[in-house]
């Protein structure tokens, strides 16, 4: 990392996530903090199947800030949720969209999400933790759109 990165992880309180790609294949070596993580694409599109795509991290990112939500919410109310899973699609193929990225606005425009949540809740708990669900952090990033900036 260069010292003018360091500088703004250190302003910023954010720290550095890093994306490697080596000089052939889809195959991308991450580390953000102490984990190492691995993306891919299929076979299918020229990848090696090795890991997930970038949009199923979207999805995590999503899928687990809504579960964490819950849980959060649920142990300060002291709520009897043992568990809660949270599925979630894109609306659509990505397949193409590094193909039409340079004409086209891509990306995804919609994601279903199904949540399921376990234990002796009432119909009032399991109706608001449906909304909190809905206000998950990363949801309303999404939502509200994210700036790029090279620094």
Request: glycine share 10%; proline share 3%.
């Amino acid at each position: 990392m260069t010292e003018q990165a360091t500088e703004v992880s250190k302003e910023e309180g954010g720290r550095w996530l890093t994306a490697t790609i080596g000089s052939s294949g889809f195959r991308v070596d991450i580390v953000a903090g102490a984990f190492s993580l691995t993306a891919d694409e299929p076979v299918s599109v020229g990848g090696t199947d090795t890991g997930p795509t970038p949009y199923d991290y979207l999805l995590t990112a999503l899928g687990s800030c809504v579960v964490m939500t819950l849980r959060m919410y649920a142990d300060r109310k002291k709520w009897p949720l043992v568990s809660a899973t949270v599925h979630l699609r894109s609306g659509q193929s990505h397949e193409l969209d590094c193909e039409n990225c340079e004409t086209e606005a891509v990306g995804v425009k919609t994601i279903e999400q199904r949540l399921d949540l376990a234990g002796d809740l009432t119909e009032e708990q399991r109706a608001r933790l449906l909304d909190i669900a809905g206000r998950c952090p990363v949801k309303q990033t999404f939502e509200r759109g994210i700036r790029i900036v090279q620094v």
